[in-house]
């Protein structure tokens, strides 16, 4: 039977799956992308330095990431010699962006499908956040409301944590989160102007003066942050996986994995990073080389030419394109499918020992649920990956003010070419994301972005290979093939946002 | 100039013709406690959209997001925070729109592909058909965002897929219901909270141009705290100066926006503050064409003016 379990909700934007379901398993699924906007169409022609501000508005979760990735490209392009602090300030943006993103994540968008909402009227205690909740859930379902307690109600058939405590616990982190996440953004807003969508950032620096003042409030929201990361939401990680250990090996996409490495140590962008780039295809790491990238759209909704580089990118919209079902292109590595996000920043810099807290925090939680690295391919492997992310961009980030010169330049000075090239590559929390911007007559002549989501919730490509989380849905058993709460847990591990994937 | 109990007054006698129920009493109530059952339900739908706005509405202070979403806004769906999902999700949402569910304001947030309605599709049918649909049944419309308002970046020159702001799509399709425009990209959270507030404890806030007075009837240059600077012609020269930014682009003169006294994230910052000049992103003409940089010498910015521009 065919079952469409679209549109799936907690996540970005318009995302619909259409799965073949025999015996209760999962055969075939069809991931479809349904919007699109055209950004690298009305980028032409524009002047470069609008690239970080419009880029951002791709999507409005992670505008910072391609605000970074933007300049990252324009420096390239512009051969910008950029201050130390002004990549330590991109750093300071990027890194708190990333802490609220997997905090927004984990607890807003994924903790419904495990945690049960209803627990909350056995709930006896003080606290004033869980009392209100409580009232206010016990006064909706007992209303003439036609969906009470809306948005938390109703929900998917299928278990959820039984234990009352736990689920208590959790919905009072569900809350905390929100304040938690606020704090992350003042932290990124100070130097980026404010957020969503950043006005201060800027190739080669930003505008805001590192002074003290900036600094200490920076500190301090960051320790907040990363208090609430060791305190709550590890464990909380932890307390689902300890509900639900055959997540560790649900969910599985069967390709490679890329990143292109995250948060520059130095100010030239070949620097090591706190994150390593690489590719790993069938076990083997290799550099990443920005031209084996190109994208298919046998099956997507474009009537220009299948398997261009990133550079010769181009989009022609065909809505009505026979045997095309998604706006997403299909961008494979040397021809083959691959991962990206948190498992795959995390596998990609394991692999080369890169970082030594990522290889020990990785060791120490496999041997906790007794599993290996690889089965970081999987549900729970990657909101775990996102926490051991979160974990050490925190540490980084504190590390980072300290190296902060503050009589030191804190922006680049252009000069801007009338002609130029660059390729900007960074990981956005949900992975690897590449801008490519060329320069002529001082205007924008092109302008590339694969984006994190164009991969993970691609379309098969030209050779009928599918995406990664076309992949990773197959073979999943579903209790209920109508409802299917096991696809969603697996679509919302890869975190889809859509804004991004389409543009 | 009206007073308040004129206005009070006109709030009543246009919110009774929106339909909502117990009006007088709401209207008195403005200081009191809210009754529950006397929300209406919020619908949040989102079209050519970021989600940027939708982040913003959860960096809210005081009332906070929960708040919101529990007590004030009643809010039935957003696709980023609803449990349900699929199927059923579909089905609440046209329980509401077919006007089965009670009744609702619809917020959304993005612009609509015009041209190309297959470029935003919700379940099996295109965006645009839920908002001509929901027109009929609902208390009325908040645009949230520039995209909802103006079409912003989706519509900016060069688009492929003829994307328009919410009024654009009534107006063409004949439709003319009640509609709050709320812009910015993204919003500010308060915008579009407290205007809910008062939907829900006043009635329908006095707009101008359809948008809150209360938060749009100034402009960022107007309310700048670096105005005396541009007074004693203390510019910035360069990016990552202090001084007033215009020579280097800003637009507060051109901007309705209350951001100088209300400032972003919780009051922490704001763009000015962080010597990042206004980009205009709450202005009808928001990086609406090719030959006018949000980055302009002095010389660009008198040979461009807005005006030009929308």
Redesign the interface.
């Known amino acids: 039977m065919k079952v469409?379990?679209?549109?799936?909700?907690?996540?970005?934007?318009?995302l619909?799956i259409q799965t073949t379901v025999e015996n209760n398993v999962i055969t075939e699924a069809v991931s479809r992308g349904?919007?699109?906007?055209?950004?690298e169409?009305?980028l032409?022609?524009?002047?470069p330095?609008?690239a970080q501000?419009?880029t951002q508005?791709?999507?409005?979760?992670c505008?910072y990431a391609h605000a970074i990735a933007s300049s990252y490209a324009q420096e390239n392009a512009y051969k910008l010699i950029v201050p130390p602090n002004g990549r330590i300030l991109h750093n300071l943006i990027q890194g708190a962006n990333h802490l609220y993103d997997y905090l927004?994540h984990f607890y807003?968008?994924s903790a419904?499908d495990f945690v049960d909402?209803t627990a909350i009227l056995k709930y006896k205690g003080t606290d004033s956040?869980l009392t209100?909740?409580g009232d206010?859930v016990k006064?909706e379902t007992g209303?003439k409301?036609?969906?009470p307690a809306?948005?938390?109600?109703?929900?998917?058939s299928g278990r959820y944590i039984a234990d009352a405590q736990t689920n208590i616990l959790a919905l009072k982190h569900y809350?905390e989160s929100?304040?938690i996440?606020?704090k992350a953004?003042?932290a990124s807003?100070?130097?980026?102007?404010?957020?969503?969508?950043?006005?201060?950032i800027?190739p080669g620096?930003?505008?805001?003066?590192p002074d003290i003042d900036h600094i200490a409030?920076y500190r301090s929201l960051i320790r907040e942050v990363q208090d609430f990361i060791h305190k709550k939401y590890l464990p909380d990680i932890l307390a689902v996986a300890g509900e639900f250990p055959e997540y560790w090996h649900i969910g599985q996409s069967r390709g490679g994995f890329l990143s292109y490495g995250l948060l520059p140590f130095g100010p030239e962008l070949d620097s090591k990073r706190l994150f390593a780039p690489g590719v790993l295809l069938e076990n083997n790491i290799s550099q990443v080389n920005f031209d084996a990238i190109r994208e298919d759209v046998k099956y997507s909704?474009y009537s220009s030419p299948s398997g261009l580089t990133v550079k010769e990118g181009e989009?022609t919209?065909s809505?009505?394109k026979p045997g095309a079902y998604s706006?997403v292109k299909a961008p494979r590595y040397q021809g083959k499918m691959v991962e990206v996000g948190p498992a795959a920043r995390i596998l990609v810099d394991y692999r080369q020992n890169n970082n030594p807290k990522i290889k020990q925090l990785v060791d120490k939680f496999a041997g906790m649920a007794g599993i290996k690295a690889d089965n970081l391919n999987s549900v729970l492997g990657r909101h775990l990956c996102r926490a051991i992310s979160a974990v050490v961009i925190a540490d980084f980030l504190l590390e980072e003010t300290e190296r902060i010169d503050i009589q030191a330049?804190?922006?680049a000075?252009?000069d801007l070419p009338e002609s130029g090239e660059g390729f900007g590559a960074t990981e956005a929390s949900r992975g690897a994301l590449l801008h490519y911007i060329r320069i002529k007559e001082y205007?924008i002549e092109k302008y590339e972005c694969v984006v994190p989501t164009t991969w993970n919730c691609s379309p098969k490509d030209d050779r009928d290979q599918p995406g990664a989380l076309e992949s990773a849905l197959v073979g999943t058993r579903v209790e209920n093939p109508?409802?299917?709460i096991e696809a969603?847990r697996i679509v919302h591990s890869f975190d889809p946002c859509l804004?991004c994937a389409v543009h | 100039m009206m007073d308040r109990r004129e206005f009070l007054k006109m709030a009543a006698c246009l919110s009774a013709s929106f339909g909502i129920t117990q009006l007088p009493g709401m209207v008195y109530a403005a200081l009191k406690k809210i009754d529950?059952?006397g929300v209406p339900?919020l619908l949040y739908l989102?079209?050519?959209?970021?989600?940027?706005?939708?982040?913003?509405l959860?960096?809210a202070?005081s009332p906070?997001?929960?708040s919101m979403?529990?007590?004030y806004s009643?809010?039935?769906?957003?696709?980023?925070?609803?449990?349900?999902?699929?199927?059923?999700?579909?089905n609440?949402i046209e329980?509401y729109i077919s006007g089965?569910?009670?009744e609702y304001y619809l917020a959304v947030e993005g612009s609509i592909?015009w041209d190309?309605p297959?470029?935003?599709?919700?379940?099996d049918k295109p965006f645009a058909d839920y908002l001509a649909a929901a027109a009929k049944t609902m208390n009325g419309a908040i645009a949230v965002g520039t995209c909802a308002t103006h079409g912003?970046?989706?519509a900016?020159?060069?688009?492929?897929?003829g994307?328009v702001s919410l009024k654009e799509f009534y107006k063409r399709k004949e439709i003319n219901p009640l509609l709050i425009e709320i812009p910015g990209?993204?919003v500010h959270p308060d915008w579009v909270w407290k205007t809910i507030i008062h939907l829900v404890q006043v009635g329908l806030p006095e707009l101008i141009n359809g948008q809150p007075k209360l938060f749009f009837s100034r402009k960022v240059h107007e309310l700048c705290p670096r105005y005396h600077d541009f007074q004693q012609e203390i510019f910035a020269l360069?990016?990552?100066d202090?001084g007033c930014l215009f020579k280097l682009g800003c637009l507060g003169p051109d901007t309705y926006a209350d951001c100088p006294t209300r400032w972003?994230?919780?009051g922490?910052?704001?763009?000015i503050?962080?010597?990042?000049?206004?980009?205009g992103?709450a202005a009808p003409s928001f990086?609406a064409k090719?030959n006018f940089?949000?980055?302009r010498s002095f010389e660009q910015t008198m040979n461009g003016t807005s005006e030009d521009n929308k």
Request: net charge positive; with cysteine; proline share 7%.
């Open positions: 469409d379990i679209g549109p799936v909700t907690r996540l970005e934007g318009h619909s349904e919007m699109f906007r055209g950004f169409a009305f032409r022609g524009r002047d330095l609008d501000q419009i508005r791709i999507c409005g979760v505008p927004l807003q968008l419904l909402v956040d209100a909740l206010w006064a209303s409301s036609s969906f809306a948005p938390f109600l109703p929900r998917l809350i929100l304040e996440q606020k953004n003042k807003a100070i130097f980026g102007g404010k957020f969503p969508h950043a006005t201060a800027f620096g930003c505008t805001q003066e409030s909704k989009l919209p809505p009505h706006w330049p804190f922006m000075q252009y205007k109508e409802e299917q969603n804004a | 529950p059952a339900r989102q079209g050519q959209s970021c989600t940027g706005c939708s982040i913003s959860l960096q202070e906070n997001a929960v979403i529990t007590q009643k809010l039935s769906f957003h696709t980023d925070l609803s449990a349900t999902s699929g199927k059923q999700a579909l609440l329980d089965k569910a009670g592909p190309m297959e470029a935003c599709v919700i379940g912003g970046i989706p900016a020159e060069g688009n492929l897929t994307a990209c993204s360069k990016l990552g202090k972003w994230n919780g922490q910052t704001w763009c503050d962080a010597n990042a000049p206004c980009i992103c990086a090719k940089p949000f980055y």
